[in-house]
């Protein structure tokens, strides 16, 4: 069964600001407990960081001004897996991160526990990015 959700927050910032905080790989650690990397490091056209399920390989998509933030998480295992993320003006000052969750071959289970971090994830960058 094939099935995706759609997590998404407002944050009260303006897009640009929080495209450009979450583009940037080495503020992964701060707020994608998801991956709970660390030692983030830029390797040609990818970047790397430690995990506690080994070292994973991050790609994003390149710049680009319509606020599209996919990205590939490849697990030491070598399975990869698209993540398609957007970040979209509500207002001047506020936006919309919306992060599409693909069920693919995980149980219900597994799949409301992803569901649940990625939630998590996006309620730490909305504090982040707001006490700025």
Partial sequence: MSETRHVTTIIDRP????YDF?????NL???A??????DVQHEVEQWSMNTPMGRVLISFVPENPYGVLDHSVTLPTGESTLNPMRVISVDDQRSEVIFSLRRAAMSEDEFEADAEAVAE?????TEILEKH
């Fill in 15 to 18: 897009a640009a600001e929080v």
């Fill in 121 to 125: 994830d996006l309620a730490e960058l």
């Fill in 33 to 38: 407990a998801g991956l709970g990397g660390t």
């Fill in 22 to 26: 979450v583009r940037d790989p080495q």
């Fill in 29 to 31: 650690p701060r707020w």
